[in-house]
């Protein structure tokens, strides 16, 4: 796909990325992140190539980076510090080659994508396999696109794929004969390129008995009185990867919790150190495996 074709507002930068719009204009105008276009009507517009950037920017400013130092990287250098950040997370697994099976996402070849993987999944079950190899794979990929190694096709197709394989191990899971454990609500308030891992988290409550309510997509923390109105739930799970999540939304949940008198909220894919105090009914999880143990633990 060739830049420029893709034109985005700048709440299209904020879902993508996670930073509020309002940062984004701060960021422009203080630091000359992005260069935007505008429309007859004084709107903002952004090409592919500023998406990717600002995605960069966030994630190097996730990673304890501080803008002000980003802001004096060039595009190169924005890169290279981006793919060696994400290096340095990168598992330590002789067995597992990610370069490998990226290469079959790059031929656009499932068959060979999934082959591929298949043995990891076998060997480890898909509660691991994805914490140790599946969810890796997919930051990688968003990495790979973002500092322009992988096209978006490429990228969508790898989180395609494995979004198949998890619904498949979902539809082999039987359910029906035993009594199910509480029901869990789930709601994503930002960020659509999380649904993977949503769509995990489900498996993983689906598998352990819950009741779990789940609509997909993006919906505003204010559905989660309405939904809870016409069908009350124990546990609320809440994705927090949005980029000021820490800031905004702690409070807001922490009050629902009370109000609504939920046993446990857990609060996913969390940005970064915490520093809040948090209610007692606050549950933190920065990853995949994170949610599992607070899964598990849960009285």
Avoid at 95 to 104: A, E, I, R, T
Avoid at 105 to 112: H, N, Q, V
Wanted: glycine share 6%; with cysteine.
């Amino acid at each position: 796909m060739e830049e420029g074709i893709n034109v985005f507002s700048i709440k299209d930068l904020e879902n993508f990325s996670g930073i509020k719009a309002h940062t984004i204009r701060i960021w422009e105008k203080r630091y000359g992140i992005l260069d935007p276009e505008r429309t007859d009507t004084n709107i903002r517009t952004y090409n592919e190539s500023e998406l990717k950037k600002i995605l960069n920017v966030a994630y190097l400013n996730r990673n304890g980076l501080k803008i002000s130092k980003i802001a004096r990287l060039s595009e190169d250098e924005l890169t290279q510090k981006v793919m060696t950040v994400s290096s340095s997370k990168d598992r330590s697994d002789q067995d597992f080659q990610p370069g490998k099976v990226l290469m079959s996402a790059i031929r656009f070849d499932e068959g060979l994508f999934i082959r591929t993987l298949e043995p990891f999944i076998r060997a480890r079950g898909i509660e691991q396999a994805y914490c140790l190899y599946l969810h890796p794979l997919l930051l990688k990929a968003r990495i790979l696109w973002q500092t322009g190694s992988l096209s978006r096709a490429q990228e969508q197709f790898i989180r395609n794929v494995i979004r198949q394989i998890i619904t498949v191990e979902e539809s082999r899971l039987k359910g029906g004969d035993e009594k199910t454990r509480h029901a869990v609500a789930m709601i994503n308030t930002s960020d659509n390129l999380c649904e993977n891992n949503f769509l995990f988290y489900k498996y993983v409550l689906k598998k352990r008995g819950f009741d779990v309510i789940y609509t997909g997509d993006i919906l505003p923390a204010s559905e989660v009185v309405e939904m809870f109105r016409i069908k009350p739930f124990d546990f609320l799970v809440v994705n927090s990867s949005g980029f000021d999540f820490a800031r905004k939304k702690i409070g807001y949940f922490s009050n629902i919790a009370r109000s609504l008198m939920i046993r446990k909220i857990i609060l996913t894919d969390f940005p970064g150190k915490n520093d809040q105090k948090l209610n007692d009914r606050i549950l933190v999880a920065s990853d995949p495996s994170e949610f599992i143990k607070c899964i598990d633990n849960l009285d």
